[in-house]
């Protein structure tokens, strides 16, 4: 069956360092993967959406890889902030497609002054 | 806009009542769906509607209901509830398009079944 995994440990860095998060999938082939970032207490907010056929894509300090081969999508913060911990999720799209997401448990990352 | 909007914010229940978690969006969003959240678990897709009028399955469907009479509202029903229901449920909403949309979550709903 289609699974994600993300690390379960919470990534604890230093404000200014790049914080650098891992989604990997297993048994899918998915046309589109998207992160979200999820506060306590708070739905998930999109972030970004990355196709298959892209290798990258960045918004400011946010930077996506996708890499089908490996199965595996990395989430980078640049310049990482306090403001930036938070919950972040990766999602594929579940097969039959149209918006039917799988998300992955998420990873929580704590930036510290 | 309101974007998504849930309520209650936080219930409580008895094994075997039912109740209704409500959701209303006001983006004219033709895809809705509703997720559940539990501890150390993926969001998981409960039912979901295509629009007006039409609902199907997702993941985890078993003792929820749901339907689809307008564009903007799109309730889930737990029709005898169980504590294996516990979990905070979450509405999402996304404009028509190619399956790319990015999708827009409600603040949740907590439920706690004793």
């Known amino acids: 069956s289609q699974k994600i995994e993300q690390n379960s440990e919470a990534l604890n860095i230093q404000e200014g360092k790049t914080a650098t998060l891992t989604c990997n999938y297993t048994n899918y082939s998915p046309a589109y993967l998207q992160w979200y970032r999820q506060d306590p207490g708070r739905g998930p907010v999109f972030l970004l959406l990355i196709r298959e056929n892209e290798k990258e894509k960045r918004k400011e300090r946010l930077k996506v890889t996708f890499d089908t081969t490996l199965k595996q999508s990395l989430f980078h913060i640049t310049a990482s902030q306090p403001a930036d911990s938070a919950t972040y999720l990766c999602?594929?799209?579940?097969?039959?497609?149209?918006?039917?997401?799988?998300f992955g448990a998420g990873t929580r990352l704590a930036v510290h002054p | 806009n309101a974007g998504v909007t849930q309520t209650p914010k936080f219930q409580v229940l008895k094994t075997g009542q039912s109740m209704t978690l409500q959701c209303a969006q006001d983006?004219?969003?033709?895809?809705m769906s509703w997720y559940r959240q539990d501890p150390g678990m993926g969001l998981r897709l409960i039912h979901y509607s295509v629009g007006a009028g039409i609902t199907d399955q997702g993941e985890v469907p078993n003792g929820y209901n749901v339907s689809r009479s307008t564009t903007e509202d799109f309730p889930l029903r737990l029709l005898s509830a169980a504590p294996s229901q516990t979990s905070v449920y979450f509405c999402a909403s996304s404009p028509p398009g190619q399956g790319l949309e990015t999708q827009y979550f409600g603040p949740g709903t907590r439920l706690l079944v004793l």
């Open positions: 999602a594929l799209p579940l097969s039959g497609g149209y918006n039917k997401l799988i």
């Open positions: 983006m004219n969003h033709e895809y």
